[in-house]
């Protein structure tokens, strides 16, 4: 288990039939962007259905450290920002806890400055490459401190005037989009993103909105070419965050695996950047009805009727990767109750999030049971329909989540529908991105509860 942290160890029991009807909480993605772009905007920005995971937070505590007012009215956050290029210092290390894209995102945001800013994470977070924002930012003229292989803690002085890049995005990166059109903002002239590989589109859309120029191309070949005039007038928004894909992805699979099952949930955000899990699903097979599907704050957004279903593996395609990034774990769980094999495929990014997903996921299905291979970057599972004999075969195994919530949940989903119980080694770090999991779960008729002993 991973360093000092205080340990939740929890364990999930067959259940019977879950039923009922649930509203996800906020994209993950679009609220870490609220605060970053509406702390930095003129004016006020109104925030409703923002995620209160600790991730999150940690980046309203880092903008309100750079001169940004965050407060809470009612269910509304509301920031009054400081102005396009008029961060302040922080006075301290700013904390990002677990947060690779709230620690990310924020280094391109504040590395263009002529002050010296330094990033700081839990044991998980430091463990994480930063060179890939890093290298970026050393071309615009930054100068950086890091840990040895370019880790945390970080520090960041900008120059006094930064050079605009056209930066070619090496490897399928959201945050590493984002962190150099963010430093762009600051930065005179016109700088360029090429996107080879389409990922979540959340900033280009978000910087629109709050009134940055930018422009987005795309080639024959599906290449994106990003181009940010700098240093323009971001003007506060009102913004209404849809719910979390990455999050709906637990219940979603839970009610398609538990007999019986028909839970609805409500208001998921339906960005075609974001639905690749959807899609394999119901190649596989599973019911999941999408109704009422509408526009709200300039997102696709509609509401998930899920049925119980039985599944049958699929092969799911390398390109499809960067759309259903954060729901490997949680395929991986469908999967172990589909009827044949999953192959998934194209998933070398997966080593590199809170925990090495690809060997943490390999590790918590063998030892409750399933049969599956761990490739270099990809992941074979062969399912069990009906869960008979998947589960732990003591109650000293847990599965070991090395501080990371997507881990934590999807183990704790399984044992919902296997055999014998599912343990975890930790739940606590479910904060991050989804505190109303346990509650929310509960309240379907999930049998999911806190275990003094951990393994
Ligand atoms: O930009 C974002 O909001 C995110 C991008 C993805 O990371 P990568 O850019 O590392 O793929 C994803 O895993 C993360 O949870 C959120
Ligand atoms: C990878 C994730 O987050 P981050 O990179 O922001 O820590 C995630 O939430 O699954």
Redesign the pocket.
């Given at each position: 288990m991973v360093h000092g942290a205080v340990l939740n160890p929890a364990v999930a029991r067959k259940s019977e039939n879950l039923a009922g009807t649930i509203r996800i909480p906020g994209d993950?993605s679009i609220s870490h962007r609220s605060f970053m772009l509406g702390g930095l905007a003129s004016g006020q920005t109104r925030i409703s259905g923002l995620l209160e995971g600790e991730?999150v937070l940690a980046t309203g505590r880092a903008m309100q450290a750079m001169g940004a007012h965050v407060r809470k009215e009612g269910d509304t956050w509301i920031i009054d920002g400081v102005g396009n290029g008029l961060l302040l210092e922080p006075e301290a290390p700013l904390d990002f806890g677990?947060?690779?894209?709230?620690v990310r995102l924020t280094m391109g945001l504040v590395g263009t400055y002529g002050f010296e800013a330094t990033f700081t994470g839990d044991a998980s977070l430091s463990s994480r490459p930063m060179g890939r924002v890093l290298d970026p930012l050393r071309l615009m003229g930054v100068q950086v401190t890091a840990a040895e292989g370019d880790r945390l803690p970080v520090t960041l002085r900008g120059p006094d005037i930064a050079v605009p890049i056209t930066y070619r995005v090496p490897m399928a990166s959201a945050?590493v989009k984002s962190a150099v059109l963010l430093a762009g903002l600051n930065t005179p002239g016109t700088t360029t993103v090429v996107e080879p590989v389409m990922t979540r589109d959340h900033t280009e859309k978000m910087l629109t909105g709050f009134g940055a120029d930018l422009s987005v191309e795309t080639d024959a070949d599906g290449v994106r070419t990003i181009a940010l005039q700098g240093q323009g007038k971001l003007n506060g928004q009102e913004i209404d965050v849809p719910g979390d894909p990455?999050s709906t992805a637990f219940p979603l699979i839970a009610a398609l695996l538990v007999p019986g099952s028909r839970v609805t949930i409500e208001n998921v955000l339906m960005n075609p950047t974001r639905t690749g899990l959807i899609t394999t699903l119901l190649e596989m097979g599973a019911d999941i009805a999408i109704e009422n599907r509408r526009l709200a704050g300039g997102e696709d957004v509609a509401d998930l009727v899920v049925s119980a279903s039985d599944l049958r593996g699929v092969t799911v395609p390398p390109e499809r990767a960067p759309s259903m990034i954060?729901e490997y774990p949680a395929l991986a769980i469908a999967a172990a109750f589909a009827e044949g094999e999953t192959v998934m495929e194209g998933l070398e990014e997966l080593r590199v999030?809170?925990s090495d997903r690809l060997s943490a996921v390999a590790a918590g299905l063998k030892i409750n049971g399933v049969d599956c291979e761990e490739g270099k970057a990809s992941l074979t599972v062969r399912g069990v329909p009906g869960g008979k004999g998947l589960g732990s075969v003591s109650p000293t195994v847990a599965v070991e989540t090395h501080l990371d919530?997507?881990i934590a949940m999807s183990f704790l989903i399984m044992g919902l529908a296997a055999e014998r119980p599912v343990r975890v080694d930790d739940s606590a770090i479910i904060v991050t991105?989804f505190p109303e999991f346990m509650d929310m779960m509960a309240g379907l008729g999930a049998d999911i509860s806190a275990e003094r002993k951990a393994a």
């Open positions: 993950k991730d677990n947060a690779g894209t709230g945050q990455s954060d999030k809170e919530h997507r991105s």
